[in-house]
């Protein structure tokens, strides 16, 4: 059995969506490619087809992975998350103490992060810094680099 992954309904259906398009789009593709390799001949000194072969063994194997990890994902509950203290799916708006600036992070699972869209990952330092803090409470990071980060929470909402 594998490990469980969370995951929101969105990162779920995004799954979803990717194994759908391998399984039936690029399966075809890749066949088509097989096919097209081996009508030309001599499959011993033909990169086309072994080229193609490779490809289809990542796909499968990708395939594979794919369902493994849909098997055992578990959706996270919007309904079920405190906000009053930063949790997973937590908007959290934090002032950096050192240099002033005030920023918003939404913590996802790693398979949804995306900074440019302000979403981390809850396994991050700065992420793990925040987990369990309420409005008001100031937490003391140290980075991975060394540096040390003291943020202030100002608001937390989902």
Same mark, same amino acid.
């Given at each position: 059995m594998g490990k469980k992954e969370y995951v929101t309904e969105e990162g779920l259906r995004n799954l979803r969506d990717e194994l759908q398009k391998l399984e039936t789009f690029d399966r075809t593709n890749i066949s088509k490619k097989i096919a097209e390799a081996r009508e030309k001949? =001599?499959? #011993?000194?033909? #990169?086309?087809? =072994?080229?193609?072969? *490779? =490809?289809?063994?990542?796909? *499968?194997m990708r395939i594979s992975r794919l369902q493994e990890i849909i098997s055992n994902v578990r959706v996270i509950d919007n309904a079920r998350i405190d906000t009053t203290k930063v949790s997973i799916l937590s908007t959290v708006r934090i002032r950096n103490l050192t240099q002033g600036i005030s920023q918003s992070y939404t913590l996802v699972p790693d398979r949804e992060s995306d900074l440019s869209f302000g979403k981390i990952s809850v396994n991050t330092p700065i992420a793990q810094g925040l987990l369990g803090k309420k409005v008001g409470d100031i937490s003391n990071i140290s980075l991975p680099n060394g540096n040390k980060l003291s943020l202030k929470i100002i608001k937390i909402n989902l």
């Open positions: 001949g =001599d499959l #011993s000194e033909n #990169s086309e087809y =072994d080229a193609a072969k *490779e =490809d289809q063994g990542l796909m *499968e």
